[in-house]
């Protein structure tokens, strides 16, 4: 059974940054398209990045929102994604999800629809 736990979140002031960290269990990660997706109180969620399996290329992809600040990465381990997130202004408060397809989709694609497995987000609060 998959089981994705997202880590990292917190309070962070303007111009801070933060590292979360999507941690699997039941599979592994390296296999599969994961994508973090936010979602703020009263908004819709929305794409944050995505990365491809190792097994394909790597390749990523960003939201225009956070392209320059944000860095999506695999960890050596396998099960566990990261998400850098830099210069971090108070609109990217939102919980922060992970998410894979767990049919096996292994390319980077931002649609949340194209997500089955999700974990239970970790808060990111931007505030001075």
């Known amino acids: 059974q998959v089981q994705l736990v997202e880590s990292g979140g917190g309070l962070v002031q303007p111009g801070g940054s933060l590292r979360l960290s999507c941690a699997a269990s039941?599979?592994?990660?390296?296999?599969?398209?994961v994508g973090w997706f936010r979602q703020a109180p009263g908004k819709a969620r929305e794409a944050v990045s995505c990365?491809?399996?190792?097994?394909?290329?790597?390749?990523?992809d960003y939201a225009d929102s956070v392209k320059g600040r944000f860095t999506i990465s695999r960890g050596n381990d396998k099960i566990t994604v990261y998400l850098q997130m830099n210069n971090l202004k108070p609109e990217d408060t939102a919980v922060y999800y992970c998410?894979?397809?767990?049919?096996?989709?292994?390319?980077?694609?931002?649609?949340?629809?194209?997500?089955?497995?999700w974990g239970q987000g970790t808060q990111v609060t931007v505030s001075s």
């Open positions: 998410a894979i397809d767990s049919l096996g989709n292994n390319k980077c694609r931002l649609q949340s629809w194209l997500y089955d497995s």
């Open positions: 039941g599979v592994t990660l390296d296999y599969y398209a």
């Open positions: 990365i491809s399996s190792s097994n394909i290329d790597g390749t990523t």
